[in-house]
Structure formats: C-alpha cells, structure tokens
C-alpha cells in the first residue's frame, strides 16, 4: 500500500518567465513544509531544485526537477520548470506529468513572454492555471495595474484571492480577513484595514461573480445578492479551476515566506488531484482517444523525462498512469516491446532518492537502469494502448562541433549519445555533405550548457564553428568535349577515348544521366559501364569550389579502342578527363539549398519580420491567420538556408521571444554572382590553410 493515496497527491508545474522566482517559490515550499532546514537562493548555489552543476555555475534552472512536499496530510509534487526558451522542452515534460500550474509573475516586471507561454503550455496541455504575483515587496510592484493586465490579456477567468494592503499584510478575499506573515511565514488574521473595506469589496465582487459562474444555483445567488459561503466558494474554486473557467491569482513573496502558505492551503483544498480529470489521452491511431484511469486498475507508467547520469547510469523519471506501481513488478514497455523489471523505486527530491515499496496511481517517481526505455515511453503490466508523447519543437539553430584533442571524436559521439537520451530537443549528425559533426539546439545557451556537460561529464572538449553549408554544382549550357588517357610503360598500355555532349540534366533529376549513341563500335559496349562509372566519381567535386556537382547528362557519342590496351580503368579516366576539360566550358553555377520557411508572429510584428526576411534574400509567399490563435499569423516565405544559419536568435530578438518558426529545405537554386565569388573565394582560402 503506497504510503500516499491517489486522494492525496497533487501534481503542480512552476512555471513563469525566467527571474519570476520559481525557484524561490519551490524553495519556500520546501522550507515551510520541514523539507529542508534553510531557504536557498538560486544565486548561492544552495536550491534543492537547482542541483545541476551547470545550474549552479550560472544560477538559473535548466531542467525540469521534482520536489514533493507534505502539507495537511497532502503530498504536493512541485514541478519547478525553467523559463529560458532555450529549455522549453523541459516545460513540456513538467505540463505532461502536473495536474495544475502555477505561472509566476514578477510584479515589478509585469507580463512578460514566459508569463504568456507558461499560460499557452498549460493550456495546451489542457490542466488548470494559477497565477502568483511574486515579489510584491518590490517598491516598484503595482498590483492593481498588474491584475488589470491579467485580466486583460487572459480574461475573466482571472480570479483574485489575495490583495496586497501593506508591508507583509494581505486580504484573503474568501475569508474576508487580513493576513500577515511572520519570518516563518505563519500567518495571523485580524480585521480589514479601515481603508482597505472598498478595495477588497471590489475584487471580492470579481471572486464571487466567477465563483458564481460555476453552477447556476450559485448564479442566482449571485444576482440575488444572497450570501454564498466559504464551503460553496471553496467547492466551486475547486469546479471552476478544474473546468478551467477560474484561475486564481495570489501574491506575495517567495523569500519573504509571505503567502506560501496561504497558496498551499489553496492546492490541497481547489487544485485537482490526478483522477479529478477521471480520463486521458492515449494514442488511437494517427490521432488520440481518452481511456479512464482507474486507481486500482492495470498498472501502466509513462516515462517523462530521463537523466544519463556518468555514474549511476540511466534514471527515468515516471508518473503512475494507471493502477498502483510496486517494486520488483515487471512491465512491457509499449514502445519498444521489451519487458523492464522496477528493480528499486524512488521518490526524488532534487538530486536527493528516497527508496519507497510502491507508488499510487498518479504519483511521480524515478527507477534506474532500465536497459530498452526512452523518454516518451509507456510500460505496462498488460495491454497495448501508449499515452499520448509529449511532442518537442524542432531544434534549427546548428553549430559544427569538433574536438579541441586530436582522436576526441569518438568521445564526442559517446557523450552526445547520452545526452541525446536526456534532451529531446537536441539532435546531432555526421554531414556526409560536409563532413562536420553537427549540432542543432534551440538557442545560443542550449548549445552552450551542452558543451560544458560533455566537458564536464564526459572529459572531452570541444569548439562550436559556423556549419558549412551543402552547396551544389550544375551547368547551363551544352558542350562536347573530348577525353583521351594513352600511357605506354613496357608490356600492355593504357588507351581509353571518348567524346561526349555534357549538358543540363532533365527536370527533376538529381544525379547523371547517361546515354549512348555511339554508332559503329567505336567505343565497344562493354566499356559504357566504365564511362558512366568515371563520371559519377568526377561528379563528387564541382569544377568550381569542389562542391558536388549535380543535375548532369552526359551522352557518348564517339570515341575509340585499343584492341590491347584498352581497359575499363582506362575508359573511366578517359571519361574523367573529359568532365574536367569540359564542364568549365559549360556555364558551371553553384547551387544553394532553399528552404520553406513559416514564421508564427503576433500581428503587430509581421512587419518587423517581413522586413528581416528581405534583408535575407527571402521571398514572401503570403500571410494567413493562425488557426485558433487570435491576433496572430503565420508568414511564408522561400528563404536561402546561408541566410538561416541565426535566425533563431533575430527571430527570438524581433517578437521578444514570443514567435516561433519551421524550416524546411524544399529544393536548391542558383547563388548570385557577387555571392558565388566569395564562396569560391572562401573555399580556397580554406584549402590553402589546410595546405600549410
């Protein structure tokens, strides 16, 4: 029997744009509920929730962790989030697993970018939403403007239940009371402040008349101006945050322990536990169905995040789905068809693993070591129905990556592959193209932190460099050209002859087209396969920069033989000699790959957006409202991928962060002179370095 019934356990994501103080929230939790002894700040390095190295040496939160509270008999699982785009992937892996969200506000700061996608992440994921305003200590917090805003920019479902009056002194709208904090953060109630009766009338008004929207009996006593009592307003908080019609607004300050306590009070009494939702979503198909839970039904877990940790291995990091999840059970992972054995479970608390003997239905824990389980995973005692994964946007921002030590390069592959099972939001290639070993992340600090782990983790260093871009050769016009190889050295020579028209390939073609219209047996057809072989060799290097040259026809149409001296190896380098001579005769051009580009912006900055495009050779194709999202519209375009390589940064700097984009080569095309010469200008000042 898990120590924690499914009744009480609540799942809460922190989330909130970065600096909102999440950490600090997560901190005060922990310190008022016993968990630690001390508040740590994210700046001293000393959070549970922050623990990671990389974390502490830069004092912000990278990755997604988990942090269970106990309060009034209730187990709390606080996930605290980061708000820096860059690690949005781990916000996705917090809203899978929580129940509900808290979204922080700075209240100096206002709205900002992560406010609004803490706001779209929850909602996407379809879980309940509450605001705290944190440090409204902050001289310069204006709390009256900052609801307005709220309630501006997400609507009516903003809902209050404390106001600020005074230093440390709060009205608690459902109680009708004032509350103030002492340093531990216990609350004591007095009597409304004389000149704060209005004010709290006021925003009393705006609770009741969202609570009253929540049932029509409640209704009618709202218009009836009947009393509707703290159990009715309790329950129907508890209805309309489920319903997502009411999202609660709190405020205080996190390392001032003003008001934690009266927003723990609320997660226990209004927020929903797992099984509130009574259903959820499972793959059906291409699309997705619901399932019910069912408490004590057939165990299943989903697998929502994984650490490659160098030293204890693997940890996967689970929510119990279905049914209560024992140790030593074993499981059928859905995804890949192996079974996994739950060896040992755990509950985590930062990087602090508590062993436990079970875990109820809708609990979060961690097991290591399992040999064929992934993030994104469902394993289950029985049956074959996955839940829906968790998509992670595509990474465009790339960076050539290769070792500061010669022979690192295995090293580098190792690490990357460990740390490609942890982030999902990071990929990485060997670019048969360019030869480079690249990686691609969602921005500039993404790719950073990914450095100093494999650094740090996995011993190898290693320097980030512009990825070359995959250029292309082809010719315009059509030429013949002779290739002849004659060598005599004693014994059999070499003899091979060919001419052969060179021109552009058909349409739609990629590679060579090769033809025959020899007549006469002047080149016997056993010696065509060796031609056709010699060309598509010569054709890995252009004839201009050495780039790949491709969209070629080629016919023979005569040459001749040596009864004795010919050979196949002769004829691929008669044919090879013919490429060379005769392709700088043909109107070479370099080819650039051009790629399909949608930019998701708010109205007000398409624009700014357009404007950036032109400056980067792209061709706008339209504009068209974003399905479901009002005020926003999606941007199409052609634009060259030379002129993508920092876009995700200038896109992120344009909208503030709020646009988003996809990417997609669709074809190639030819440079434009001016910039044809720097390339190949470029290629031989690379060549001539190497040389030295």
Not at 484 to 507: A, D, L, M, N, W
């Amino acid at each position: 029997m898990a120590k924690y019934t499914t009744n009480q356990i609540r799942n809460v994501a922190l989330l909130g744009h970065s600096g909102s103080g999440k950490t600090s929230f997560a901190e005060a939790m922990l310190f008022m509920t016993g968990a630690t002894n001390r508040l740590g700040k994210p700046t001293d390095g000393n959070t549970v929730c922050d623990y990671d190295a990389e974390e502490i040496r830069r004092g912000f939160t990278l990755q997604a962790s988990v942090a269970p509270v106990i309060w009034n008999d209730c187990k709390i699982n606080i996930l605290d989030a980061p708000g820096y785009l860059d690690f949005v992937g781990e916000c996705l892996q917090a809203v899978k697993v929580a129940d509900s969200a808290i979204i922080l506000v700075d209240s100096k700061s206002g709205i900002e970018v992560g406010t609004e996608l803490g706001w779209e992440y929850a909602t996407d994921a379809g879980i309940p939403r509450a605001f705290f305003l944190n440090k409204i200590d902050d001289p310069d917090a204006h709390f009256d403007k900052l609801f307005e805003e709220l309630r501006e920019e997400f609507g009516v479902s903003v809902c209050p239940i404390l106001i600020p009056t005074e230093k440390g002194a709060f009205i608690n709208l459902i109680d009708m009371k004032a509350y103030s904090y002492d340093k531990n953060g216990k609350h004591s109630e007095s009597d409304i402040p004389a000149g704060y009766t209005d004010t709290a009338e006021e925003y009393r008004a705006m609770l009741l008349e969202s609570v009253a929207e929540t049932s029509e009996e409640l209704m009618e006593k709202f218009f009836a101006e009947e009393e509707i009592t703290r159990d009715e307003i309790t329950e129907a908080m508890h209805t309309g945050i489920m319903e997502g019609s009411i999202a609660p607004v709190f405020c205080g300050s996190s390392i001032n322990l003003w008001s934690i306590e009266t927003v723990m009070d609320n997660i226990v009494d209004s927020f929903p536990k797992y099984t509130s939702h009574k259903v959820t979503k499972v793959i059906d198909g291409d699309g997705e169905k619901t399932v019910e839970i069912d408490e004590n039904g057939v165990v299943s877990v989903f697998i929502f995040k994984t650490i490659a940790d160098p030293f204890v291995g693997k940890m996967s990091f689970f929510k119990v789905m279905n049914g209560c999840l024992t140790n030593e059970m074993v499981l059928k992972n859905l995804t890949s068809g192996q079974t996994e054995k739950f060896n040992k479970i755990y509950t985590v608390r930062g990087k602090t693993q508590t062993e436990v003997d079970s875990l109820a239905c809708g609990d979060i824990g961690m097991t290591a070591k399992l040999v064929a389980t992934n993030t994104n995973d469902t394993l289950a005692v029985e049956g074959d129905t996955e839940y829906t994964k968790i998509k992670y946007p595509e990474p465009y921002l790339s960076m050539a990556i290769a070792p500061k030590a010669k022979g690192d390069e295995d090293k580098i592959s190792q690490g990357m592959a460990r740390l490609l099972e942890e982030d999902y939001t990071l990929k990485y290639e060997n670019n048969a193209d360019t030869k480079q070993l690249v990686i691609s992340g969602l921005g500039d600090i993404h790719l950073d932190v990914v450095v100093n782990k494999l650094k740090n983790r996995y011993g190898t260093t290693v320097e980030l460099n512009p990825p070359k871009i995959a250029y292309r050769e082809a010719i315009k016009k059509s030429v013949q050209q002779e290739g002849k190889h004659k060598k005599q050295s004693g014994g059999h020579g070499q003899y091979g002859h060919v001419r052969i028209t060179f021109g552009p390939g058909p349409e739609g073609s990629e590679g060579l087209t090769f033809t025959e219209s020899v007549v006469g047996g002047s080149v016997p057809k056993n010696y065509f396969p060796a031609v056709e072989k010699g060309l598509q060799e010569a054709m890995a290097k252009g004839v201009l920069a050495g780039f790949p040259m491709v969209n070629l026809s080629a016919d023979l149409y005569d040459g001749s033989y040596h009864e004795v001296d010919s050979s196949e190896m002769a004829f691929k380098i008669a044919a090879s000699l013919a490429y060379k001579e005769g392709l700088p005769k043909a109107g070479p051009i370099i080819l650039e790959p051009v790629g399909d580009l949608k930019v998701y912006i708010p109205d007000s900055l398409v624009g700014d957006v357009i404007g950036d495009l032109n400056k980067r050779r792209g061709r706008v194709l339209g504009m068209n409202a974003v399905v479901g999202k009002k005020g926003w519209q999606v941007v199409e375009a052609e634009v060259p991928k030379s002129e993508m390589m920092d876009y995700t940064i200038s896109l992120r700097a344009i909208s503030q962060g709020k646009g988003s984009f996809s990417f997609n080569i669709i074809r190639y095309e030819e440079v434009p002179g001016m910039l044809a010469t720097k390339i190949i200008e470029q290629v031989k000042r690379e060549a001539e370095e190497e040389d030295k």
